[in-house]
């Protein structure tokens, strides 16, 4: 892939994305050493980073979040339509970075972070700032039965907000379900970027609009060292 694919499992060389990482971790003024990161397995699992990745290790583990109060700590999450969620605790000065597909959005994984934020360093949810980043949008995410079921056992009444029906199909807004999740967990500054990745190919990887063939961009998050 052409533009800084991030991922080493969708077909590009290990070199390739091994200096893709160098570059975009150097240009955000962070050591490539100092990443945290996971396989990423459209759960509701958090891990805690105390450290970064040690030399010759693949990953922190099966999950799909990621918690630090450790400066040194980078962590690191890879996308392609689903939606990266970054929390900052901004009494505690900690952090969380969230991969939340429909499996891990309908799994509460966002509560679950703010759970294990408040679970490990006291962080009361009402202190946490959230920001929605890039996804596929729900205009351009049409879901099945299934998707629509699981929605509806975690958003109750609410789930009318996330649902949408477009010429006769079920779409699933993952941006509003996911903020709707962080509100019912106590946090209340949520910002939703709005870009759609299924809209905005030239900047962003997306599964669905170019039917899988495709790399992964990443989100990174750390405290200022």
Request: proline share 4%.
């Amino acid at each position: 892939f052409a533009g800084l694919n991030l991922s080493i499992s969708v077909g590009d060389t290990r070199a390739n994305v091994v200096e893709n990482r160098r570059r975009v971790f150097t240009a955000l003024g962070r050591a490539p050493d100092s990443i945290a990161d996971l396989w990423q397995v459209h759960s509701a699992d958090v891990i805690y980073a105390t450290t970064p990745r040690a030399p010759g290790q693949d990953h922190h583990g099966k999950a799909d979040a990621l918690i630090t109060d450790r400066p040194e700590v980078t962590l690191f999450l890879r996308f392609a339509d689903c939606v990266p969620i970054l929390l900052y605790d901004r009494a505690r000065h900690v952090i969380g970075l969230v991969h939340a597909g429909w499996r891990g959005t309908v799994s509460g994984v966002c509560a679950a972070t703010v759970s294990a934020l408040t679970r490990q360093f006291g962080t009361d949810p009402t202190d946490v700032v959230a920001a929605i980043g890039p996804s596929i949008s729900g205009p351009r995410y049409e879901v099945g039965p299934e998707v629509v079921t699981a929605a509806e056992a975690i958003l109750g009444d609410r789930v009318g907000e996330a649902l949408m029906t477009r010429s006769g199909k079920t779409h699933f807004d993952l941006w509003r379900a996911n903020a709707l999740v962080l509100e019912r967990a106590g946090v209340s500054t949520i910002t939703i970027g709005g870009v759609c990745t299924a809209d905005n190919t030239h900047d962003f990887y997306s599964h669905r609009a170019e039917q899988g063939r495709t790399g992964r961009f990443g989100a990174l998050l750390a405290l200022a060292q």
